[in-house]
Every structure is written in C-alpha cells, then in structure tokens.
C-alpha cells in the first residue's frame, strides 16, 4: 500500500498534470477527455464521466467518458433550483442518499446511473455557478473512497471545471466579438450612405455639377489605393472626396448655379466653402480625424497662392493633395454651363503645367499609373474610364501620353516602356 507521502506526491504531479492540459490552448473536447483520464488514473477508478450544463436548458450534455459503455450518456437533467443549490453542495454518494441537495436529482437518476456503475458525483461550480457533474464509478481496489481520495477528487474537478468554463468565457467573447465586428460593419455601412446622401445633397444645389462630389470620392479612393495606403486610409480619403464640398450648402443657389462667369463678389462668397465646410464637419466625431481638413484644403496650392489660408507645399496635408487633384480632374473632364470639357489630351497637357505648382507630382504620378493600368488592361476593373465614358478618348492614343507623363515625373521610372507594363 502506498504510504501517505507517496500518494500526496502522486496526486501533486497529476494535478500539475492536469493543470498544464486544462491551460493549454488545444482542442476543447480533448482536454476534457484527456483531465477526466488524469483524474481516473490517478485514483485507479474505474469508469467516469463529464457531463456539462446546456445554457437555457435542463438537459445535461456528456463531453467525455471512459469506461461506461456504448449505452452512455442517459438522459440527465438538473432543473434550476438544482443549478442553484450544487455548487455548495459538496460530493455525493449515488448509493448514499445523505445529501439533501441531492434528492431530487437522484430520485430521477439514481437507478440509471447505478446500472452504470456510477458511484460518486462530484459538481463542476467555479463563482457560484454550475458548469456541470464529473460521474465517478468505485475503484478498481474495490476499497471505498479515503478522505484524502475525495479531497484530490475536489481538487482535480475543480481543475476541470475552470477549464470549461475558461472555453465558455472564450466563446462568449468570440460572440461578443464577431457581434461587434457586424455591429461596426452595419455602422461603417450606414456612415457611407449618410455620406453619400450628403453628396447627393451638396450636388443638386448644383444643377450643372450632379454627380461631382461622388467622382472626387472615387477618384480619391482610386488615388490612395494606387499609393498603396491601407484600406481604412483609402476609405477615409473616399469620404473626404464625398464631402470635399459640402460648405456649398451655405453658398446662395444663384452663385453655384450661374451660367457664367461669376464676379468677383460672387467668387469671394463662393470662395467661403471651403471653411465653411471645415466649420460643417469639425463638430462631428468623424471614424476618420482629417475629414474636415481635407474639405479646408483642396483649394490650396503647392505654390501658396490657394485658399483659405494660403498654404504652401507639404503645410498642405497630403490627403487634401489627393482630394485636390480628383475635385480639379473632374472639373477639367465635365462640361459646366460657361465652358465645355477638356480633351484627354489638355488635361493631361495641364496636369503637366501645374504639377509642382498647383498639383503634387506623386499624386498625379499615382492617378496616372491607375489610368494607365485601365487602358493596358492590366486590370479588369475600369472604374476611371467607366465614369468619364467610353467616348471620351482614344484608349489607344491615352497610352503614350500617360507613359510619357509618368516617364517625366516620376524619377523611379527607368523609361517609358516600364511605365506603360507597371501593376
């Protein structure tokens, strides 16, 4: 017979045993089969079993067993005052029915689990709250259970116990996660169309311009992905396209709508959108901080001589850089009421007197580079070309002109034939 120390030493190295298998992030199920083993070998049991609570319900749900057959698991319940009263129960004899806590409980299964040879059951309940019932059968010795056999018994449930319900804690936050994640999603997707019926908004003021402030949100976003910013950055730079203009909601209807060149009066008061708009969307706690700086700046230029506040090369945030070049391309490729659009051919002739002035290089560099990749075909998608029409140019003629162009500004381009394959 083993002595007192031995076992004391035995029971000590299968509960670390038990307690590396419960802490380590495997499979859940084979934790528990294998902490139920631990816990039987240790002792010499002969059969056992885990059975865990099903949220919402009586039913109990056998995770693990060893011994007891192809017939297990019965159907066992605990009802809810059960819930409440077995996690300060303590252990109880299936045989024995000494303890009060467990009579219900045993005049619905006390036969069954007998037929098993089920003779100890011993609840799993961490913080008040039952997770479920470790089954024991009697030991292989025959010999009945010693003082110090039920407290390691205790012990090494309670091991088990903290392991599932450390799997339940995960799976709760795995829930709360995902449900999360749907509700930013549904709020991502709901702040996208407020933006976007506010562009709409912003451009029926505008009778003459309907559909600007949607192409300067794609054009921007098109431009940032082509720089290879992150796809929260892109989205942030297509919002700010959307909302570049929204100052024009405070500009009288008859400036923005005039069918001709307006005054110099005129201009000033149509000059005011830009702080305007930065004034419209400071207050509001934006996903994306620079928003309104973005509707601030796209009318400054490198060269200082932009409005409101005069800003000259890199004062100007980058992103108001990228909005700028998008607001200025489609106001050059849309016919307005005192002038008709420019061919391909100025525009790219204007992108080529302006950059370093009014544009930033790398930014013209990008949205030509995306172009240029629309009509090579070295992507399927033709965004840019789909929303200035298939008329507008000759794809083949736009080819050279845009490898040309990026040959010139971009000094990482080794030559124009490079230019016209990049992807």
């Not at 995960?170 to 997707?189: K, P, T």
Request: with cysteine.
């Amino acid at each position: 017979m083993e002595s007192n120390t031995q076992k004391l030493i035995h029971a000590f190295g299968a509960l670390a045993d038990l307690g590396q298998e419960v802490a380590s992030a495997g499979d859940f199920n084979e934790m528990v089969r294998t902490s139920l083993h631990v816990l039987l070998g240790t002792l010499a049991i002969r059969r056992g079993a885990v059975v865990a609570c099903i949220p919402g319900r009586d039913g109990l749900e056998c995770i693990a067993l060893w011994g007891l057959g192809d017939g297990f698991p019965i159907q066992l319940t605990v009802t809810a005052p059960e819930r409440e009263q077995f996690p300060g129960a303590g252990l109880c004899y299936v045989t024995q029915n000494g303890n009060s806590s467990f009579s219900d409980f045993l005049n619905r299964h006390q036969t069954e689990l007998q037929n098993y040879g089920l003779e100890l059951i011993a609840p799993m309940a961490g913080r008040g709250t039952l997770s479920g019932l470790v089954l024991l059968g009697s030991k292989a010795s025959d010999e009945p259970f010693t003082e110090d056999d039920l407290k390691v018994i205790k012990a090494m449930v309670r091991h088990i116990e903290v392991g599932i319900h450390t799997h339940r804690l995960v799976g709760q936050i795995e829930q709360r996660a995902e449900e999360n994640r749907r509700l930013y999603e549904d709020l991502r997707a709901i702040y996208k169309d407020t933006v976007r019926a506010f562009a709409t908004a912003i451009d029926i003021k505008d009778k003459y311009t309907q559909g600007h402030s949607e192409r300067v949100g794609k054009y921007s976003e098109i431009i940032a992905r082509e720089l290879g910013w992150t796809e929260e950055a892109v989205e942030g730079i297509a919002i700010a396209g959307y909302l570049h203009d929204i100052g024009k909601l405070v500009v009288d209807r008859d400036i923005i709508n005039a069918p001709y060149k307006i005054d110099a009066k005129a201009s000033k008061d149509l000059n005011r959108h830009p702080l305007a708009g930065f004034e419209i969307l400071s207050p509001i706690q934006h996903p994306y901080a620079d928003i309104p700086l973005m509707a601030k700046y796209h009318h400054e230029r490198l060269d200082g001589n932009g409005y409101p506040d005069g800003l000259m090369g890199d004062e100007i945030p980058f992103g108001a850089r990228i909005v700028t070049l998008a607001d200025s391309f489609d106001a050059m490729t849309t016919d307005r009421p005192y002038k008709i659009r420019l061919s391909f051919e100025d525009v790219i002739q204007d992108f080529r007197r302006n950059t370093g002035t009014q544009f930033d290089s790398q930014v013209v560099v990008a949205f030509s580079r995306a172009l240029l990749k629309e009509v090579t075909g070295a992507v399927k998608e033709r965004r840019i070309v789909k929303l200035l029409g298939k008329n507008y140019f000759d794809l083949d003629r736009a080819v050279p002109l845009l490898t040309n162009l990026i040959a010139d500004l971009d000094p990482n381009t080794q030559s124009a034939a490079a230019a016209a394959t990049l992807a």
